[in-house]
C-alpha cells in the first residue's frame, strides 16, 4: 500500500460526504438513493449506480473506503483514471444487476409458491406492504420464507461493495503474491489463494443464508461484482479494451 491516487481519494470524498449527509445531517437518502427491488414503489433506475455511494454505518464506509484505498490506489497507478473508473463503475454496477437479478428469481419463486397455496394478489400485498399474515399459512410455508418475501421486496441494498469486489478481484490478478490477511484470521495469505477464498465465502453465504461475517449483507452483489471484474480482467488480458489506455 502506497499513496493514495487522485480518483480514488476523490471517490472517498464523494462517499464521505454521501454518508455525512445521510448520518450527521440526518437527511433519509435511501428511499432516493439505494437500490430496491424493482417492483417496490421507490425504485428507480438511476438507484444501480447511486447505491454506491450510500453506506449502512461507519463500518460499513470505513471498510470500504480502506479497501478501495488499499486495493484501488496501485491499480489507478498502473491504468490511468479513466480506465480505473470503467473498471469500477462496471463492476458496481455488474454487482446491482446480478444481486436484483438473483433477488427476481427468489422473489418469483416464493410468490409462485404462494399463489399456489390459494392466497390472493390482495394477501400478498398485505404481506409485502405491513408484513402481516395468517397463521395458518405457516402449515404449508416456513417464517422465513415469508419474511425473505418481505425482506426483498422492503430492503434496499447499499455500498460500493460490489465494486469494490471486483477491484479485489483486479488486484489478485494484478499482484498475485501480495500477501494479505483479515482481522480474525491475521495470517498474511498471497492474494491468489486469500481473494478466491474470501469470493467462495460470499458465495457460500449467498446460497445456504449462513454468514460468518454477520446478517444484512448482499453476498450476491459481492460475488456479482466480483464476477463483473473476472470478465473485465480476462478480456484485458486479451488486448481488449485498449483505448482506456493512457
Given at each position: 500500500m502506497g499513496r493514495i491516487t487522485e480518483t480514488v481519494k476523490h471517490l472517498i470524498i464523494l462517499n464521505a460526504l454521501f454518508f455525512a449527509a445521510s448520518s450527521l445531517l440526518g437527511l433519509n437518502l435511501?428511499?432516493?438513493l439505494a437500490l430496491y427491488f424493482p417492483e417496490n414503489e421507490n425504485f428507480g433506475i438511476w438507484q444501480f449506480v447511486t447505491h454506491m455511494f450510500m453506506h449502512g454505518g461507519f463500518m460499513h464506509?470505513?471498510?470500504?473506503?480502506?479497501?478501495?484505498?488499499?486495493?484501488?490506489?496501485?491499480?489507478?497507478?498502473?491504468?490511468?483514471?479513466?480506465?480505473?473508473?470503467?473498471?469500477?463503475?462496471?463492476?458496481?454496477?455488474?454487482?446491482?444487476l446480478i444481486y436484483t437479478a438473483v433477488n427476481y428469481y427468489q422473489f418469483n419463486s416464493i410468490y409462485d409458491n404462494l399463489i399456489n397455496l390459494g392466497l390472493q394478489t390482495s394477501d400478498l400485498q398485505r404481506i409485502l406492504t405491513t408484513g402481516e399474515y395468517n397463521t395458518e399459512i405457516l402449515n404449508q410455508i416456513s417464517e422465513k420464507k415469508l419474511m425473505e418475501f418481505y425482506q426483498i421486496y422492503n430492503t434496499p441494498a447499499v455500498g460500493a461493495s460490489g465494486a469494490i469486489y471486483g477491484v479485489l478481484v483486479a488486484f489478485g490478478m494484478t499482484f498475485p503474491n501480495s500477501k494479505l490477511a483479515l482481522i480474525f484470521f491475521p495470517v498474511p495469505v498471497a492474494a491468489k489463494y486469500f481473494i478466491p477464498v474470501l469470493i467462495a465465502l460470499d458465495l457460500f453465504s449467498g446460497v445456504t443464508g449462513f454468514s460468518i461475517f454477520g446478517g444484512g449483507i448482499a453476498h450476491f452483489a459481492h460475488v456479482g461484482g466480483a464476477v463483473i471484474g473476472l470478465i473485465i480482467m480476462l478480456f484485458w488480458k486479451k488486448n481488449?479494451?485498449?483505448?482506456?489506455d493512457k
Open positions: 435511501d428511499n432516493l464506509i470505513l471498510f470500504n473506503m480502506y479497501a478501495l484505498w488499499a486495493f484501488g490506489s496501485p491499480l489507478e497507478q498502473i491504468w490511468g483514471r479513466n480506465k480505473f473508473l470503467f473498471f469500477y463503475f462496471s463492476s458496481g454496477l455488474g454487482a446491482g481488449q479494451f485498449k483505448r482506456w
